[in-house]
């Protein structure tokens, strides 16, 4: 992923947002205060009485402290753990830079991706582990969760609640599990291809003017894609979707084709309606096969391929597949 591109995953607000792409993070001023915007934050009562606590808000405070003690033994010394719910953030750097990161990072892409797509806030814990670089990375996921992860960027563990993140990839690792966790409260049995598509369209991506919402990019998958329709590795449309899942021998394939499908939505203003359209009938349509076709206007998955293949075709020669 490229450097230009990260930078433009962070950076929302209209201060910001211009162009200018590197790899650090934005400072969104009212990044802290925008976080509990929903109604999760204390409660005024409609008298000039003292506030009144939401209960449920109080029981997920509890459970964040409870969360937090739990994880402290488990990273290298020093290390430092806070807390700003439904998130206790972790990592081998100092309080100070957790709480940046929260502000400047997590904060701007809650709410952009509760805006496009997320009704339901987490109700539990959700502990996000940052370490500065691949070693600690590897040594802090096989000390929390086994040894033999293949992977050095990241990882969500739905059983737990648990992200952790090699910050040395990059912000768009964060963008990609934040949206796994995100969405695995909001849509339980959301099918893995879209929810892998989902989250790997915003490793690269921007924010709206008014830092509201977010957008993919193109990326460096499209070089997986283009090698699959080169080498016939690419299945249909009707079975990624109807079949639900990853291939273990062509994943990198499959993670492809699921984010452009994605990206192939979004351009048609499409992609926040069929999340929330499939959400809601999954119990009827639990491919989201019908939800396609219905918001597509078109018949057939085999219609909607042929046109799909034809935008990533013209994506290609236009020199943005990234």
């Given amino acids: 992923m490229s450097a230009a591109r990260l930078f433009l995953l962070i950076a929302g607000p209209p201060l910001i947002v211009g162009g200018l792409y590197a790899l650090t993070e934005p400072d969104f001023a009212d990044g802290a205060d925008a976080a509990h915007d929903d109604g999760s934050r204390v409660r005024e009562t409609a008298s000039d009485g003292p506030p009144v606590k939401d209960p449920a808000r109080g029981a997920l405070e509890i459970a964040c402290a409870a969360a937090a003690a739990r994880i402290r033994p ?8 806070i807390v700003r719910p439904p998130y206790v953030l972790a990592g081998d750097m100092g309080e100070a830079e957790l709480a940046r990161r929260h502000d400047q990072v997590i904060v701007p892409l ?26 600690s990375f590897r040594r802090h996921a096989a ?57 790997s369209l ?41 079949h639900g ?9 499959d993670y492809a084709h699921a984010r452009y499908f994605c990206l192939y939505l ?33 018949d057939s998955l085999d219609e909607i391929e042929t046109r799909f293949r034809r935008w990533v075709d013209a994506q290609s020669e236009r020199g943005l597949a990234g």
């Fill in 245 to 253: 899942t990853l291939r273990p021998r062509h994943e990198a394939i």
């Fill in 143 to 199: 000390r929390l969760d086994g040894p033999g992860r293949n992977c050095y960027a990241g990882y969500y563990l739905q059983g737990e609640d648990r992200i952790v993140l090699n910050l040395a990839t990059g912000n768009g690792t964060l963008a990609h599990e934040l949206t796994h966790a995100l969405a695995h409260f909001d849509f339980p049995r959301i099918p893995e291809w879209f929810d892998e598509g989902l989250a």
């Fill in 74 to 81: 488990l990273l290298d010394a020093p290390a430092a753990v």
């Fill in 110 to 135: 809650e709410r952009a991706l509760r805006t496009s797509y997320f009704d339901h806030p987490p109700p539990r814990p959700v502990t996000i582990v940052m370490l500065r670089d691949e070693a």
């Fill in 202 to 242: 915003h490793e690269e991506s921007e924010f709206s003017a008014d830092g509201r919402d977010i957008s993919g990019l193109p990326n460096w998958r499209s070089r997986h894609l283009a090698l699959g329709y080169r080498e016939g590795t690419v299945r249909s449309l009707e079975a990624l979707v109807r």
């Fill in 266 to 298: 979004q351009e048609r203003r499409l992609l926040g309606a069929f999340y929330r359209k499939f959400r809601t009938t999954h119990a009827a349509d639990p491919t989201g096969d019908r939800a396609l076709r219905e918001l597509l206007e078109i």
